[in-house]
T-cell receptor, first 115, second 116 residues
Framework: DTEVTQTPKHLVMGMTNKKSLKCEQHMGHRAMYWYKQKAKKPPELMFVYSYEKLSINESVPSRFSPECPNSSLLNLHLHALQPEDSALYLC??????????????FGPGTRLTVL | GQQLNQSPQSMFIQEGEDVSMNCTSSSIFNTWLWYKQDPGEGPVLLIALYKAGELTSNGRLTAQFGITRKDSFLNISASIPSDVGIYFCAGQPPPGSGGSNYKLTFGKGTLLTVNP
């Protein structure tokens, strides 16, 4: 299995809602990432988990809360978002410590719209 | 921080033509990656380069890691309509220069349009 899966594909939420994005990989990768991508822009790193511990937080607002329940799963909990948070949210994984650890594999993304 | 200059920003070509795009930096990189992204989808890794001077092919795609470690190019030969999309380069700087095992620096992308 060489796939990163993400659910849901699309999400529309109000500014007072609480929702979660989910990501799963079964490649045995021990690093997982959340990125935010605006239209026609490159992905922007938000969080990195390495061996299920938060390794990098790129000064992301607290209304975004990541969680890594186990080595295959990554969640992003959303609360009190703003319309400018509307974007494509991408999950990725890589295999740190192995020969080709820099190769990040992306999921299809969740298209988030905040009303 | 590290920055990548990716060019061209966009290309309009006829089916069957060859395509070339590149990324340059004022700083060295240890790794160069090339991704393709279709609309509404996540980036797909096309080619990874790890050694200066390395030339790697993946079907009609060929990429090279520049000998100075500050640039990389991607060529697509005999383009077809499904080559349409945004191509991103990404590099990983060496540790100690702001790099980490996890952070990639992305170029701004090249939008490729192929006319049948």
């Amino acid at each position: 299995d060489t796939e990163v899966t993400q659910t849901p594909k699309h999400l529309v939420m109000g500014m007072t809602n609480k929702k979660s994005l989910k990501c799963e990989q079964h490649m045995g990768h021990r690093a997982m990432y959340w990125y935010k991508q605006k239209a026609k822009k490159p992905p922007e790193l938000m969080f990195v988990y390495s061996y299920e511990k938060l390794s990098i937080n790129e000064s992301v607002p607290s209304r975004f809360s990541p969680e890594c329940p186990n080595s295959s799963l990554l969640n992003l909990h959303l609360h009190a978002l703003q319309p400018e948070d509307s974007a494509l949210y991408l999950c990725a994984s890589s295999a740190p410590g192995q020969g080709r650890y820099n190769e990040q594999f992306f999921g299809p993304g969740t298209r988030l719209t905040v009303l | 921080g590290q920055q990548l200059n990716q060019s061209p920003q966009s290309m309009f070509i006829q089916e069957g033509e060859d395509v070339s795009m590149n990324c340059t930096s004022s700083s060295i990189f240890n790794t160069w990656l090339w991704y393709k992204q279709d609309p509404g989808e996540g980036p797909v890794l096309l080619i990874a380069l790890y050694k200066a001077g390395e030339l790697t092919s993946n079907g009609r795609l060929t990429a090279q890691f520049g000998i100075t470690r500050k640039d990389s190019f991607l060529n697509i030969s005999a383009s077809i309509p499904s080559d349409v999309g945004i191509y991103f380069c990404a590099g990983q700087p060496p540790p100690g220069s702001g790099g980490s095992n996890y952070k990639l620096t992305f170029g701004k992308g090249t939008l490729l349009t192929v006319n049948p």
